[in-house]
């Protein structure tokens, strides 16, 4: 089992680059992770949908064949840490790879959001596209932690 966390765009702040960083570095600890970066398309250059629609077809081409396609998207369904972490560990148990995208400022295509198995909500707030990579980066330290049962969940 691998967990591909699929996103659009770097982290440009560089405190929150370094945030990101070191949770990814953590949950690395607890889950085989990979973290996959696409292109950000210039919002200048066309519509929203225009944007999504170019920036759903390189997320798209860089989702591992055989994955478990999760979207991580605001009105997909709301998980607690514990729940979020028991789902991963059966993901882990039945040896199947994950997928946890993210898309760019506009969110994510329709067309992959079809393709998805489930839509996963990080907060009841929409967030930047970067801060929804830290938060999704805490979570999957925070599901290594509750599986291992050690002590950071609390």
């Not at 970066?37 to 170019?54: I, Q």
Request: hydrophobic share 45%; net charge positive; with cysteine.
């Amino acid at each position: 089992m691998k967990v591909f966390v699929v996103a659009v765009g770097k982290p440009r702040n560089a405190g929150l680059a370094a945030a990101i960083a070191e949770y990814e570095q953590r949950a690395a600890h607890y889950w085989p992770l990979e973290l996959i970066e696409v292109r950000e398309e210039p919002a200048k250059s066309a519509t929203a949908d225009l944007v999504r629609e170019r920036e759903g077809e390189r997320l798209a081409a860089r989702i591992p064949e055989g994955a478990v396609l999760v979207c991580c998207d605001p009105g997909g369904r709301r998980l607690d840490s514990v729940a979020f972490s028991a789902w991963l560990q059966g993901e882990r148990e039945g040896g199947r790879d994950v997928a946890l995208v993210i898309g760019g400022a506009f969110g994510l295509a329709p067309s992959l959001l079809a393709r998805a198995k489930w839509r996963l909500e990080l907060a009841p707030w929409t967030l930047p596209h970067e801060l929804a990579r830290l938060v999704l980066a805490e979570q999957l330290y925070r599901a290594g932690t509750i599986v291992r049962r050690e002590p950071y969940h609390k």
